[in-house]
């Protein structure tokens, strides 16, 4: 593992991206868009969860949240002034189909997306949409989730509907966003919906799930779409970067190395690399099954023909980065049900000092650059989308919010670093986000938002922070300063 200097890593490195790059922010619908059973619209398991009392801070809930679904033209205002070129946003499945199924269909679901998406292209704004953002519509979390094998279809069916309604004029899908949230958080810790804490089996078995999902979207999208359409179709998977806590000793690397496989090369390493789980999440699951006596792994296997249906079958890769953790290794308790330290690694924040830290994120820009030469040493140098990279500030910060203007002034540095000097080939940077918004359970205690949302008011005012003044100062939108 390279290291570089504190100077070197401080080293601002002035040039420009190519061309052509993709520079964007995000959202998601659950988070933005409110109307939550306005016309037809069905309950997901985010509205069931959000709604019961006591679950979010404040009782907060997305039932208006920035009420996007009836001010989209108030969003397309603030995407115009920031002269973005691409928007990533998701579709709330249970808008378009609101009991989970194709039968169901409701059709002002549909209008409000085309709306949506004909306002993007009217202003020369590619669409990057996300086809499933953790909404999963309740009809089907009744039916068991994620767990439940059947969704590969039902998931598929969903996919299938989207891209040959809205695929005319989206040209760039993402299936999940988040795969290991929805597993590890959803599954294992029991933090967000469906709220079910079963570590050792459970996050495995939706994994298993999920990756199976994906590669059939993937499938379809070949078979039907893409000689007519010539999209792209990814998956977003998400890194924080993990550093050694010291590189001179070979068991710390290995267990930093150890972390990303569970973490990003869960999902990565079947689908960018050869059809199956890393070695390192094969062997560790296996090895504390044996010794739980297990009489198999609690890692499910792909069979061969699965492996070869699931290589491959992402045309870019997609990441969300936030923060770089340090990992050192520790020994678990073997007995059940220890479990949940299948991995045999402990983290903890990596940062300067505590100015830098803001909700208990840390900017450690360097850890981007670093984590991207891992993506292109692992993956065979893929196209690399950043999709989401940004920093909460409290409610409290309406315009000034300084910390944000320096994480993203570093963190795209680093992007560039990454782009010019190591040969990544970094095509697009999407920045969280595009308005403060409902911040799943942290609620509207923190925002990410490059503008203000006064969530007291009923019409959700929104207003531009400094952060956005920054990025727009620069009229050259390929050069990285002014991000």
Known sequence: METTSKFQQKLYHYGTFPQGFSWGVSSSAYQIE????????????????????????????????????????????????????????????????????????????????????????????????????????????????????????????????????FGDRVKFWMTFNQPYTIAWSGYGLGQVPPNIKNPGIAPYRVAHNLIKAHAKVYHTYDDKYRKSQGGLVSITLSADWVEPKDVNVLREVVAADRALQFKLGWFAHPIFKNGDYPDAMKWQVGNKSELQDLRETRLPLFTEEEKSFIKGTADVFCVNHYTTKIVSHVTARLSPPSYEHDWDFSESEEGDSPTTAISNQRAVAWGLRRLLNWIKEEYGNPDIYITENGVATDMKTTFDDINRVFYYKTYVNEALKAHNLDGVNVKGYIAASLMDSFEWVSGYTVGFGLHHVDFTYPNRPRTPKRSDHSSTSHRDLEKPAGW
């Not at 409110?34 to 309950?43: M, R």
């Not at 194709?102 to 709306?115: A, D, I, Q």
């Open 34 to 165: 409110g109307g939550w059973n306005a016309d037809g619209k069905g309950p997901s398991v985010w509205d069931t969860f959000a709604q019961k009392p006591g679950s979010i801070p404040g009782n907060a809930n997305g039932d208006v949240a920035c009420d996007s679904y009836h001010r989209f033209e108030e969003d397309l205002y603030m995407l115009r002034a920031l002269r973005v070129k691409s928007y990533r946003f998701s579709l709330s499945w249970s808008r378009i189909f609101p009991d989970g199924l194709r039968t169901s269909l409701n059709y002002k679901g549909v209008e409000y997306y085309n709306r949506v998406i004909d306002g993007l292209a009217a202003n020369n704004i590619t669409p990057m949409v996300t086809l499933y953002h953790w909404d999963l519509p309740q009809a089907l979390q009744n039916l068991g989730g994620w767990e439940n094998t059947d969704m590969i279809d039902i998931f598929n069916d969903f996919c299938d509907f989207c891209f040959a309604t």
